[in-house]
């Protein structure tokens, strides 16, 4: 059974950063895509970032620059390091996986405000 676990979401400053993790179990987690979505209040769920299984990596255009998604494949493990945040960037944080159909994660809230 895949399972895709979140963590270290939270409240920060603006300026700030925050580093998510998910954990990935029932998978070959190395042969995978991986992707962080997020979905905020009124809003369409969007692709934040996405890393491939050889390491190269995709981002949207308003977190390029100050968000950077890596995988440690020993650990299944993916991960979203993110700096700089601005208030817009508050959402519900959700992992990603497709194998044949999508997988999602529980999501981890991301709050940036003062």
């Known amino acids: 059974q895949v399972q895709l676990l979140e963590s270290g979401g939270g409240l920060v400053q603006p300026g700030g950063s925050l580093r998510l993790s998910c954990a990935a179990s029932?998978?070959?987690?190395?042969?995978?895509?991986m992707g962080w979505y997020r979905q905020a209040p009124g809003k369409q769920r969007e692709l934040v970032a996405s890393?491939?299984?050889?390491?190269?990596?995709a981002y949207a255009g308003s977190v390029k620059g100050r968000f950077t998604i890596s995988r440690d494949n020993a650990n299944n493990t993916v991960y979203l390091q993110m700096n700089s945040l601005k208030p817009e960037d508050t959402a519900v944080y959700y992992c990603?996986?497709?194998?044949?159909?999508?997988?999602w994660g529980q999501g981890t809230q991301v709050t940036v405000s003062s």
């Open positions: 990603h996986t497709l194998i044949g159909i999508d997988y």
């Open positions: 029932g998978i070959i987690f190395s042969g995978n895509v």
């Open positions: 890393i491939t299984r050889a390491g190269n990596t």
